[in-house]
């Protein structure tokens, strides 16, 4: 089931990656979308190519099927609060607020609303998002559209909601953490004798492949690192030297500790 009009209210990393997403899918067209945020100079490269831009919360929801909220969590209750004459039940209330809870949201804009909360990531602007999503169950149907909308945007899953703490870290943050891998994969590329460009080349296109290798197999990523890790070779030698560094541990106690920084705030 299509949506008709989408307002996303904050045009940040977030909010301006899913419009640049939406367009790139030509699912909606950029007459259907609004974007609204305080600043006049964040909205022009939105208005330019088409997109409905407001500097009022208010006016940017006024005709829309579909509300995205995208400003930061701290920033939710001010403008939930601003936004509540504007809104009716009729309107399908998505919040990608990190950390704000389906309870907190229907207390804040009311039992009767169909309300979501999505977690994607920024590859949203190419339509490669990892997106989880999970709704306060006032409507199947409306989930449906929020599914369809975001199945356009890159993957989904509905999850239940007590899994979204760790949906936003592994999908969410999980884009930052795997670039760290590849800027630690370029600066020993550098080391060893790469240009900063041709170490980012080669080490982005090779996760590219790696991951493909899983993605297309279903392969369980041993199965796939055992093909290279030689008898007494060269791989064995450097995964060893990073377990013993502790890379693995690294990335679970890091992972951990950002999901616990969503659960105690
Ligand atoms: N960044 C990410 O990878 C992800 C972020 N999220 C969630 O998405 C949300 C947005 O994050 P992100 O895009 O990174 O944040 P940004 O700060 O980049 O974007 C938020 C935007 O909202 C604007 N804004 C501030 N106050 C208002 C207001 N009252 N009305 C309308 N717009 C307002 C901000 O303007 P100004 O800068 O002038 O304050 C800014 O342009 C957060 O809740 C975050 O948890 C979820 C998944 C991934
Ligand atoms: O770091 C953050 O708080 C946001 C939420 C998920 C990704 N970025």
Redesign the pocket.
Known sequence: MKVGKIAI?????????IVNGLLKSGYVEASSIAI????KQ?LEKFSAQGVNTFQD?SQAVETADLVI?????Y??E??ID?LKPALNPQKIIV??????NLSDLTKLIGEEYRIFRV????AISLQESMTCISGNGNSEESLAVVKELFDHLGATVVINEELMAAA?VLA??G??FALRYVRAAMQGGVEMGFGAEMAQFITAQTVKGAVQLIMNTGHHPEREIDKVTTPRGITITGINEMEHKGFSSSVIQGLIASFNKIERG
């Not at 909220?69 to 969590?73: D, E, G, H, I, Q």
């Not at 977690?119 to 920024?122: D, F, G, H, L």
Request: charged residues 10%; glycine residues 16%; contains cysteine.
């Open positions: 209210i904050g045009a940040g990393n977030m909010g301006g990656a609204a945020d305080p600043r964040t919360n909220l995208a400003v930061k969590p920033h939710i001010k403008v601003g919040s990608i607020a990190a950390g704000v977690m994607p990531n920024t936003t969410s943050c884009t930052a």
